[in-house]
């Protein structure tokens, strides 16, 4: 697709993140099974649950527009999850690893506020106010997932994994 006009930039973004959104689905139930934290499994059940209805925001917002969200890979969301991939595999104490997979889910909700405020920017300039809104929704959920994962690390992982 040719990028001409902000439209354009606005539905391949959209694309990107629907991307990024199906390898977060596919990628937290790993992380479910590797925490070991019965308060961090929790969190990442909900944001799956959460991520799932990201999805489906997404399809409905590029309904709207009359496009597919298919068609792209967000190559930025496989780099990070792969981070996350190898950490697991590295089998290090289950605190450190719990510890670490706070540190790569915020890299992931850090990667996604930064493209749900871009595309939810694009849409009001465009007049697009309603997805403006449903964007701004999943944009809150997400910093809210990151505040979430800020409070269980200090809270006790962080200091689980120092001792």
Known sequence: MEMETLKD????ELK???S????IVKALPRMIK???HPELKAAF???LKETETHVERIEGVCDELGVSPRGKKCIGMEGLLE?????IKEKPDADVLDAGLIAAAQHVEHYEMAGYGCVRTYARQLGFEAQANILQTTLDEEGTADKLLTQIAESSVNLEAEA
């Open 9 to 12: 930039l606005y539905v391949e």
């Open 16 to 18: 990107d993140l629907w």
């Open 20 to 23: 990024a959104e199906k390898q």
């Open 34 to 36: 590797a925490a070991s």
């Open 45 to 47: 059940a909900r944001h």
């Open 83 to 87: 981070e996350g991939a190898e950490l």
